[in-house]
């Protein structure tokens, strides 16, 4: 429960609030019939949820000792960190495709196909809990739901494609990644520096 608060929620709660306003800005500008307007706009929409949701999740699977200490106590620490920082990746998998590449569906006006990535996505994630969480429990259902949210995510993307080409701005987002890769380089070595402040 604190493993999902902390990761599943905070990231979802932070994909929701760009959905809210970057969606209403791009079906506006969809509703004038320009396409170039829109793909300027979707790629912005693209570049602002990544920039975003790229640092809070490498952040909340950095700080997951840290978290895990402040919320649990000892003995469930190495168990909650580990499920904080598989949680934070399976969030953003799953919002990234829900908060964006789902919108390929709404402006093709084809929800149906929608419904069938959704399917897709649900029997992967089955398959992989049955595979997973009898080996590694809770932390096999986390992983499941990263399996099935990339399955989800490229399934979607592909299907979206005969509909509207969603852009995804290389350059910008490498940007985003190199600077999320420096920000994990840098936390890396803090990742047990709570430990000490806490003896204390």
């Known amino acids: 429960t604190v493993a999902y608060a902390l990761a599943q929620t905070s990231i ?7 959905d809210s306003a970057i969606y209403s800005r791009a079906v506006k500008i969809a509703d004038t019939n320009d396409r170039a307007a829109l793909d300027a706009q979707l790629s912005r929409s693209c570049v602002l949820l990544l920039a975003i949701m790229v640092p809070a999740t490498v952040g909340i699977a950095m700080l ?29 998998v799953l919002n ?28 992967a994630n089955l398959a992989a809990d049955l595979v997973l969480i009898p080996r590694y429990g809770a ?5 499941a739901s990263i399996i099935a949210g990339i399955i ?11 509909l509207v080409v969603l852009p995804f701005p290389k350059a910008e987002i ?15 070595p803090f ?8 003896e204390r």
Not at 74 to 80: G, I, N
Not at 99 to 106: E, P, R, S
Not at 113 to 120: C, E, F, K, N, S
């Open 139 to 143: 932390l096999g259902a986390a992983q």
């Open 96 to 123: 990234f495709r829900a908060n964006y590449v789902d919108h390929g569906f709404h402006f093709g006006n084809t929800t149906a196909r929608l419904t069938i990535v959704i399917a897709t996505m649900t029997v």
């Open 152 to 162: 989800g995510l490229v399934h979607a993307t592909v299907a979206a494609r005969s």
């Open 64 to 92: 997951a000792p840290a978290l895990a200490r402040l919320c649990v106590s000892p003995d469930y620490v190495e168990p909650v960190s580990g499920l904080i920082a598989w949680m934070a990746v399976a969030a953003f």
């Open 191 to 198: 990742r047990e520096a709570t430990s000490l402040v806490m």
């Open 12 to 18: 979802s709660t932070i994909g929701a609030g760009i």
């Open 174 to 188: 490498a940007k985003v990644l190199f600077a999320a890769l420096a920000m994990a380089l840098f936390l890396w």
